[in-house]
């Protein structure tokens, strides 16, 4: 694709906005960064030198992009801006990050694509790993670490395994998704979309320019990701939690559950699922799904059973940070809601012993449903943060309480608390922002706390 003096509007200097004008200025575009943000926030001295013209400090749903020859859009920035719409009124073309991207794709190079409401991170990163130990030589990134535009800035990959949310494929026309995976649909996001119709139209879009030689992959227990490919041209299959079950009507063939993990049933292929990084139901479906797109992209089944070995699963969801006199410590700082807590409880088997580690700042939603998840398991509440009091309210009628007050206290008194056999488990169901940076940050520093254990 020639871009050679041609004039493009990047919208939104985040990592994809960025990454956007740095490929368009290696092609020698003309590039115009807008950003509400002013250009000294913006820290974008660098590519102004390169020339880059920064436009900041108004909101860029409301400026006059003028008439460029491309306006590309970070995925943060909504389609439906007025200044966005008066381009593509005006006959300019409107193209999302990856988009943009994929016109700078190596020959031949095999696309696959993971979407949903959750689990995306850890099925592409998962997806990844099994494509690597199949020799398959795979670029891992989009909505999870780098963009797709930095990406093809870099030496060709064979294969290119990007996580895509909503926002990214609403700017996606021509992209095609060569494997492409829809984990579940729940409401998220219904500030930006129409309801929950229109959110599963976005993420429909992964499947919309598929071949029928491509392949797709929707979750079999979820009404909504099965009418996703309805219309779809591609080899249809999915993954169950629910032993036994055949394929509804429409798909090929079917992931299920067995004993000590899950098989491919129209391939005749059991894998095992004994990796402490993939426990719990949600795991396994993230596992289905990743070993169903691996297995079409080509990889064997000693490497996929390899690769699910050998995953190490990502900081900071369910990260098993050592072992410490028969106590196993786990790091899901990325917990920052109660739905996401209750998830990580359902990890954990019936009668196994846990000590909690929740707190810090609240969203507003009841915590009642984790006291009624915690029955069972919980052993005991050891409280941080803002909303120690609201916890402390909900659980301690029912279960012991251990205010704390700080990361460092909660793990010393889980120490003394904890015997062999048990789990430690950091899982907030509240935001960082109290007493850390973000998430990453609390969870390294409970990470530094417990290696420091002895």
Same mark, same amino acid.
């Given at each position: 694709m020639d871009l050679g003096g041609r004039t493009v509007a990047v919208l939104g200097a985040g990592k994809s906005g960025i990454a956007a004008s740095e490929l368009l200025l290696s092609r020698g575009a003309r590039v115009t960064l807008w950003d509400e943000r002013s250009p000294e926030q913006l820290g974008a001295e660098a590519l102004a030198a390169r020339g880059v013209a920064v436009r900041g400090g108004a909101p860029v749903g409301s400026v006059d992009l003028g008439r460029p020859d491309l306006v590309v859009v970070s995925p943060g920035v909504p389609l439906r801006l007025p200044s966005i719409v008066r381009a593509r009124e005006s006959g300019v073309p409107i193209w999302g990050e990856v988009e943009l991207a994929a016109c700078f794709l190596p020959p031949g190079a095999l696309v696959l694509g993971v979407t949903g409401t959750n689990g995306k991170s850890t099925t592409t990163a998962l997806l990844g790993a099994l494509c690597q130990a199949g020799g398959l030589d795979a670029f891992v990134g989009g909505n999870l670490g780098t963009p797709l535009a930095r990406a093809v800035l870099e030496a060709p990959r064979r294969t290119y395994v990007l996580e895509l949310s909503?926002?990214?494929? $609403? &700017?996606? $026309?021509?992209?095609r998704v060569h494997g492409a995976a829809v984990l579940n649909l729940t409401p998220d996001?219904?500030?930006?979309? @129409? &309801?929950?119709? @229109?959110? #599963? #139209? #976005?993420?429909?879009?992964?499947? &919309?320019n598929q071949e029928p030689g491509d392949v797709a992959v929707v979750n079999a227990d979820d009404r909504w990701t099965l009418g996703m490919v309805d219309a779809a041209r591609a080899r249809r299959f999915g993954f169950t939690l629910r032993p036994g079950s055949t394929p509804p009507p429409g798909l090929t063939g079917l992931a299920g559950p067995v004993e000590g993990g899950f098989q491919l049933g129209f391939a005749g292929l059991r894998f095992r699922l004994a990796n402490r990084a993939l426990r719990g139901g949600h795991n396994l479906a993230n596992a289905m799904a990743a070993t169903l797109l691996a297995f079409h992209a080509g990889v064997r089944a000693d490497a996929l059973q390899a690769g699910l070995d050998g995953f190490p699963g990502l900081p900071h969801r369910l990260e098993s940070i050592r072992t410490l006199d028969g106590v196993e410590w786990i790091n899901d700082s990325k917990a920052t809601n109660v739905d996401a807590v209750l998830t990580a409880l359902t990890a954990f088997p019936a009668g196994q012993r846990l000590w909690l580690i929740a707190g810090g700042k609240g969203k507003g939603a009841p915590y009642r449903p984790l006291v009624e998840a915690a029955l069972g398991k919980v052993a005991g509440l050891l409280t941080v943060g803002q909303d120690a009091p609201l916890l402390d309210a909900e659980f301690s009628p029912v279960l012991p309480v251990y205010p704390c007050e700080t990361l460092d206290r909660a793990v010393a008194r889980a120490r003394a608390l904890a015997r062999a056999g048990d789990v430690v488990l950091l899982s907030p169901a509240c935001s960082s922002y109290d007493q850390f940076r973000n998430f990453e940050h609390r969870g390294d520093t409970f990470r530094a706390l417990v290696e420091a254990l002895s």
């Open positions: 909503s926002f990214q494929l $609403e &700017g996606m $026309e021509t992209v996001h219904l500030d930006r979309y @129409d &309801g929950l119709e @229109d959110y #599963a #139209a #976005a993420k429909a879009r992964i499947f &919309g």
